[in-house]
């Protein structure tokens, strides 16, 4: 029999990854120079709309990379699907920043990079920045199932400070890829990234996901069971960069990470959960997100391709 994830103790897991000292603090922007190092928080959601959390899970941050898969699957909804067309789904071996495009196509390599993220930004319902950037909002929201506000701070730093994303946008727009402007596909994306979550609320983010698009607290449905496969399953091969390989292997859950220090999980009709503690790796995984991870997916039996009994 699988472990029971109800009666798990987060807390005790807590305290135990906290002995992680490694990492650094990313300082692409202040605010994330300014986070926490010594912020750590768990939670997990289940199918049956059961939360559970540890101290600190309701401390917000900025979601950062995390929200690229919820990009993905509000861009899938909005064009119907089209957006397959218009991104790869292939793993990249290289930094989530990299200046690079698919050979032959111009597309990004698959939406769980910057290059990625930034189209399908720029593919969600509006005609301009304000319209895209709520529609976000609103489907980030649900996802969630309470609403969220963004960080007008880490927006602005966003935006300005994003060189790359500048130089992957304008990329985009020469091989014709992208149909807005660079400085509009780069503000929407911004500001995405500046939406403030909590562990929980990122859990139930993954945890509607992991439950083919049902929002498992709020019962809402916020994507079709189709979108919430092909999101997870890119999860699954691109979301942690060029450690995914690693990582399903090792751990066995689609995740995405991001520079925040977050970690939000889907395993698929299991539960959804999430990670933050800002210390990053030489990768840009949370050092003690990674740590606890390890342990959900061999205490509460997660691992993708286990061979336990269910």
């Known amino acids: 029999m699988r472990p029971d994830a109800r009666s798990y103790d987060l807390d005790d897991l807590r305290q135990r990854v906290m002995q992680e000292q490694g990492g650094a603090v990313d300082d692409s922007i202040p605010e994330l120079a300014d986070a926490d190092a010594d912020l750590c928080a768990l939670a997990l959601v289940l199918p049956d709309g059961t939360i ?9 941050f900025s979601v950062q990379s995390a929200v690229k898969p919820f990009l993905f699957a509000l861009a899938l909804l909005d064009t119907e699907g089209e957006a397959l067309d218009l991104v790869g789904i292939e793993p990249t071996g290289e930094a989530f920043d990299a200046i690079k495009l698919e050979s032959g ?8 990079v910057n290059a990625g993220a930034l189209l399908t930004a720029s593919l969600v319902d509006g005609v301009t920045v304000d319209e895209r950037g709520e529609r976000i909002l609103r489907g980030l929201s649900a996802f969630a199932g309470r609403r969220l506000e963004v960080d007008e701070s880490v927006a602005r730093n966003e935006h300005l400070l994003g060189d790359r994303n500048h130089a992957l946008a304008h990329l985009m727009r020469a091989e014709g890829t992208l149909h807005v402007s660079a400085d509009d596909a780069v503000a929407v994306y ?23 698009g049902v929002n498992p607290v709020s019962g809402e449905r916020v ?18 960069y060029d450690g995914s390989g690693r990582w399903m292997r090792e751990v066995g859950i689609p995740a995405k990470s991001s520079v925040s220090g977050a970690i939000v999980l889907s395993a698929p009709g ?36 286990g061979t336990s009994a269910n």
């Open 52 to 60: 559970r959390t540890s101290a600190q899970s309701s401390v917000p």
């Open 105 to 112: 196509t111009g597309r990004p390599p698959n939406p769980m």
């Open 190 to 212: 911004a500001r995405a990234c500046a939406v403030l979550v909590d562990a929980e609320a990122l859990a139930v983010m993954g945890a509607t996901l992991a439950c083919g």
């Open 223 to 240: 994507v079709s069971q189709s979108v919430a496969r092909d999101v997870v399953s890119v999860m699954a091969t691109c979301g942690v």
């Open 270 to 305: 299991r539960l959804g959960a999430a990670v933050v503690s800002p210390p990053l790796d030489e990768l840009g995984t949370s050092v003690r997100g990674r740590a606890a991870c390890d342990a959900l997916s061999v205490e509460l039996d997660l691992h993708a391709f």
